[in-house]
Nanobody
Framework: QVQLVESGGGLVQAGGSLRLSCAAS????????MGWYRQIPGKQRELVAV???????NYADSVKGRFTISRDNAKNTVYLQMNSLIPEDTAVYYC???????????????WGQGTQVTVSS
């Protein structure tokens, strides 16, 4: 089994900061891309940021310059530092990872349970 456990969500005023963490655990052989998505009720889940094993990153245009994704491969953990938050960032944030398990030959998609981020105006 593999689990992604998120932490760090909460309520913050506009202009404030939050840091999300997501730790992968279990029968992990290798982790590929890791990323963060977010979803507003009634809308599709959208990519916020992704980081590859190489360290290269991509961001949604709406968060460029405000959010920073990073990873600690030794801890199988990905982070999302969110600065200058605005009310439009309010959503449930989900961690994602491409993981190959020890007992499975193919890479599979894994998701965290989601963490609520609410930005008040």
């Amino acid at each position: 089994q593999v689990q992604l456990v998120e932490s760090g969500g909460g309520l913050v005023q506009a202009g404030g900061s939050l840091r999300l963490s997501c730790a992968a655990s279990g029968m992990i052989f290798r982790i590929g891309d890791m990323g963060w998505y977010r979803q507003i009720p009634g809308k599709q889940r959208e990519l916020v940021a992704v980081i590859r094993n190489s360290g290269s990153t991509n961001y949604a245009d709406s968060v460029k310059g405000r959010f920073t994704i990073s990873r600690d491969n030794a801890k199988n953990t990905v982070y999302l530092q969110m600065n200058s938050l605005i009310p439009e960032d309010t959503a449930v944030y989900y961690c994602h990872a491409d993981i190959r398990r020890i007992d499975v030959l193919v890479i599979q998609n894994y998701w965290g349970q989601g963490t609520q981020v609410t930005v008040s105006s």
